[in-house]
């Protein structure tokens, strides 16, 4: 399968999604912004890190620059696109995916493992999860606390576009472990047609259990089913 | 501009040293040179009260590629991989405005590590702040740990360790020390010594802008009530740019462009360009009109002395402009050509085709003021008995103790930092030390970094030779063989003659504990002038350390394993409370000399565990430091699913004093009842003395008859006091 990563100036995980993909079996290469085409991709990884430097609003520097265009052409032909962190707020900016992305509900930056439970995995990208698996994965980021409307939430619960939410190791969804203060504990969503996943923690991060755990190589491996 | 004596003065020169500064010249100097001298006369870029005791320290070893004296230390881990690293302070800026003198103390820490060709992979920070209760601490602590995390989040570099600490001696003073650890290859490995004639000196990064004018002799005088009025020499941190700096800077050092390279640190341009020269026994010559300004109408004086962030100064080779500029310009940031060097020896500053400043090299660095500074020796104070102390539980007293701000769990610090980008990172906060791996590889490194001020305070030889042991030791406890140390020598206003005896026993402690371990000083800093109003704070060297695990599956932690495995303490137990967290939390007494340091027990002990787990004959390992035996047990279980219970000693004659003492040299080691025949043995062969002292057991932390509480709960009541604040 092909993947192409997406580098902007400030992306910081962009190495370490290279290497999940790589050591996972996927042949990719790294897009600069700067580039007016991208390479024949089967999937297309916006990584996590501060594009731009997040200045103005996180990610809507990003979400206006020639490479999106392309990135967004390629999303409608259905093209699987994984927005991690940073990448899932240049989403959002790109309207590619509705709703906002708030600062965290302290006020804080958050850097720490947190429980998710796999609540739809009737879909690309997490068919090799079992439903309602409980992951522990790493978040990073000042800005977590997703945000849309009444109408789409419902519509996020009702078409099953909701495939990970906050949770304590038992797998009990409530406020309490809820990290950044996200509606209804979302921590990723997808578009209607579910190629396109927006997502704050970072399975790239946990595939290794050397490092952390192997909880995030599902993610990428559902792909290649 | 005539210069007046005042003017000298607001400069921070003293009157002799400018006379010094007209001897050199042979005349009076002009406004932009007397700036110039200032900058670089300072002590905090002349190290003028301190070069001569630092020249003593163990600096040299087999691993030792660079020692101080450039950007970062430099060291061998094997194949051909380097490590370099190095600890700085950033503590009066961050005082005036702990957001961005923080942020931007890790920035500088970074760039000395890129400069020389490294990546950096990982972070630390060793900060300081005042008594609990005084009215600015909540915000400093608020700003401080917001900025380090900013900046190092945005950048993407992981914070892996660090130490968090509060005492009112820093009620006016806080430290903010960070370190940065980076791994190059070693064939490639960029250092600032200019070489040859005619070279291009060129200027990369952020645009100059008039911050951070004079913030080295900033942070070389001490506070006054008016030193919120210093806000704008401290200066404005960008990490987005430096990020780009880094990667542009890593891109160009693939192949042979640069010659020398030096980011422009405190007193920005100006100690930069003599740094180069001055290592390459060259002249340089500068066309200030050149210098890319951010903000309109910038005089010499203020391009010279800015300290605006993210910027460096690089020599290339001929030939190399094009290539090296279409990386720059790749990346968004400036490029420009503003000088070149020349066989003078002098620094000339040009400015509109008019020369408007000329000054021997040599004047500016080698031949700034040195002072043998006068100083008195600290008494070893007497062991006091303590009686007649009103009698506590030893439950209530572990949970004062685990509950108080410098013994709490430091979640909401460390959470606010990003320790898992680079996908490196094997152990984070919370442990002995960090793991990181080396990318791509087996083996790794662990680093850890390390105070103990009251220990200093108390006596500052002895506090001066504990703090490299207790660094060591946690190198030691996770598996790693201890390389080389960074330091960063945090002290008051060394004119007193205390304050400078303080420095010189410190340092001579320090010396004698790294010849001893083998554990050379490859890099540091100095700051002086902590204090307000003549108070000064008490002598604060931390110790930054690094060692290598050849092999990462022979990493351990200090997590309980297995119900029924023995817990051994290996290391005598002398029952010594003077000094300890104990008295301190319980009492609120700090008399007494600081714990004994026996140097050859140290290593022996040292040694031996690191046996122990290369032998892989113990489960987990953690060193016993501040607040005692009972502590580090209870540090043991909050990363476990087990607890412990301990077998009071038969002959115990003071049980406060053998759990809280804090007698150095001790480690508890889990271990297999099996394997207990095996480690006997080997203690026993290399004479190191040990006691059993409990065993792991399920859900409870119990000593017995005397307390037994669940273990969840002792970790509950540690993780209170930050989420109270």
């Known amino acids: 399968m092909n993947s192409s990563v997406i580098v902007f100036p400030g992306s910081n995980c962009d190495r370490d999604v290279a290497v999940a993909l790589e050591k996972l079996q996927f042949n990719n290469k790294m897009v600069w912004h700067k580039d007016m085409s991208l390479p024949k991709s089967d999937l297309i990884v916006i990584p996590g890190g501060f594009s731009y430097g997040d200045y103005l609003r996180s990610g809507a520097i990003a979400g206006k620059s020639n490479i999106l265009n392309e990135v967004i052409k390629a999303a409608n032909d259905g093209c699987l696109v994984l927005g991690i962190c940073n990448g899932f707020q240049i989403l959002t900016e790109t309207g590619l995916l509705k709703g906002v992305l708030l600062r965290n509900k302290n006020l804080k930056f958050l850097g720490k493992d947190v429980h998710i439970k796999a609540i739809n995995t009737d879909n690309k990208f997490c068919n090799k999860y079992k439903k309602n698996q409980i992951l522990k994965l790493n978040i990073a980021h000042n800005e977590g606390n997703y945000f849309t409307s009444k109408d789409h939430l419902k519509e996020l619960e009702d078409k099953s576009l909701i495939p990970f939410k906050y949770c304590d190791e038992n797998g009990n969804i409530n406020e309490q472990n809820n990290p950044n203060g996200s509606l209804a504990g979302i921590a990723g969503i997808f578009n209607d047609k579910k190629n396109i996943l927006g997502l704050m923690p970072h399975p790239e991060r946990m595939i290794d259990p050397i490092i952390s755990n192997n909880d995030g190589v599902n993610l990428f491996t559902s792909l290649l089913n | ?72 230390g430099v060291i061998d881990i094997g ?95 806080i430290l903010v020390n960070t370190m940065a650890v980076g791994h190059a290859k070693k064939d490639k490995i960029f250092y600032s010594k200019a070489k040859g004639l005619n070279k291009s000196v060129v200027y990369v990064g952020s645009k100059t802008g008039r911050d951070g004018i004079h913030g080295a002799s900033m942070a070389s005088a001490e506070f006054d009530e008016n030193s919120e009025d210093k806000k704008p020499t401290v200066q ?148 006091k008995k303590i009686n007649n ?6 439950e209530d007293a572990l949970l004062k103790i685990l509950s108080s701000p410098n013994q709490s769990n430091k979640n909401w610090v460390t959470d606010q930092f990003d ?131 050849t092999n990462i599956n022979n990493r351990i932690d200090r997590n309980l394993k297995e119900d029924g495995n023995i817990i051994l303490q290996i290391g005598k137990n002398f029952g010594q409370l003077s000094q300890s967290i104990f008295l301190q939390e319980i009492y609120s007494t700090t008399d007494g000399p600081p714990p004994e340091i026996n140097l050859s027990n140290e290593k022996n002990n040292g040694l031996t565990v690191s046996k122990l787990i290369n032998d892989k004959l113990v489960l987990s390992v953690h ?71 409990g065993t792991v057991q399920k859900n409870y932390f119990e000593v017995s008859g005397e307390l037994k509480i669940k273990k969840n709960e002792l970790y509950r009541i540690n993780n209170t006091w930050y989420n109270n604040y």
Request: hydrophobic fraction near 35%; charged fraction near 25%.
């Open chain 2, 1 to 72: 501009m005539k210069i007046t004596n005042a003017i000298v003065e607001k400069h921070g020169l003293k009157l002799e040293e400018y006379s010094k500064i007209k001897k050199l010249l042979n005349r009076e100097p002009n406004f932009l040179e007397l700036g110039v001298f200032s900058a670089m006369w300072n002590e905090h870029c002349s190290y003028k009260s301190s070069r001569i005791h630092l020249k003593n320290l163990h600096t040299s070893g087999k691993q030792v590629i660079q020692g101080p004296g450039e950007n970062a």
């Open chain 2, 79 to 173: 194949d051909d991989d380097a490590i370099i690293f190095k600890i700085e302070s950033h503590n009066h800026p961050s005082y005036i405005e702990p957001y961005q003198g923080a942020a931007t103390g890790v920035g500088g820490i970074l760039r000395d590590v890129f400069t020389m060709g490294a990546r950096p992979i990982a972070l630390l920070n060793s900060i300081h702040f005042g008594s609990v209760d005084h009215p600015k601490t909540k915000s400093l602590l608020n700003g401080v740990v917001s900025g380090i995390g900013g900046y190092g989040n945005c950048i993407g570099i992981p914070t892996v360790a660090g130490e968090t600490k509060f005492n009112s001696t820093y009620n006016e003073n």
């Open chain 2, 236 to 383: 404005v941190g960008d990490p987005f740019t430096e990020k780009l700096l880094m990667e542009a800077c890593l891109e160009l050092m693939q192949d042979n462009s640069i010659i020398s390279i030096q980011d422009m640190g405190a007193a920005g341009l100006t100690s930069s360009s003599i740094e180069m020269a001055s290592k390459g026994d060259l002249g340089m010559e500068l066309f200030l009109d050149k210098v890319p300004c951010r903000e309109e109408k910038m005089t010499p004086y203020e391009m010279m002395l800015s300290e605006s962030q993210e910027r460096m100064l690089i020599i290339l080779e001929d030939g190399k402009e094009t290539k090296a500029k279409k990386i720059f310009e790749k990346w968004d940031l400036d490029f420009v050509v503003i000088g070149k060097t020349t066989n003078t020896n002098n620094l000339t500053l040009k400015f509109g085709n008019k020369v408007v400043g000329e000054m021997p090299i040599d004047a500016l660095a080698s031949k700034a003021p040195l002072y043998d500074r006068e100083w008195t020796k600290t008494k070893l104070p007497k062991k």
């Open chain 2, 389 to 394: 102390l009103k009698k506590i539980k030893l």
């Open chain 2, 419 to 549: 320790q898992m980008v680079m996908a490196d990172t094997i152990q984070k906060s919370g442990s002995d030390a960090a793991i990181i791996r080396i990318h791509k590889k087996d083996k790794a490194i662990a680093i850890t970094v390390d105070s103990s001020a009251n220990y200093c305070k108390a006596h500052p030889y002895t506090g001066g030779k504990q703090i490299v042991c207790e660094n060591w030791r946690n190198l030691i406890s996770v598996g790693a063989k201890p390389i080389a140390i960074t330091n960063c020598l945090n002290f008051g206003n060394p004119e007193n003659h205390q304050v400078m005896g303080e420095f010189v026993e410190c340092l001579l402690g320090i010396k004698e504990a790294c010849e001893f371990l083998d554990y050379p000083v490859v890099s540091g800093n100095v700051s002086f002038y902590n204090g307000t109003n003549k108070k000064n704070i008490h002598p604060t060297p931390v110790i930054g350390g690094v060692g290598l695990i």
């Open chain 2, 623 to 693: 060193d016993v430091s501040s607040g005692g035996l009972l502590i580090a047990l209870a540090e043991m279980t909050f990363g476990s699913l087990y607890g412990v219970k301990i077998n009071k000693s038969k002959n115990l004659s003071n049980l406060m004093e053998y759990f809280f003492s804090e007698d150095q040299g001790r480690y508890l080691v889990e271990v297999e009842p099996d394997n207990l025949k095996k480690i006997n043995k080997i203690l026993d062969e290399n004479n190191v003395f040990s006691e059993i002292i």
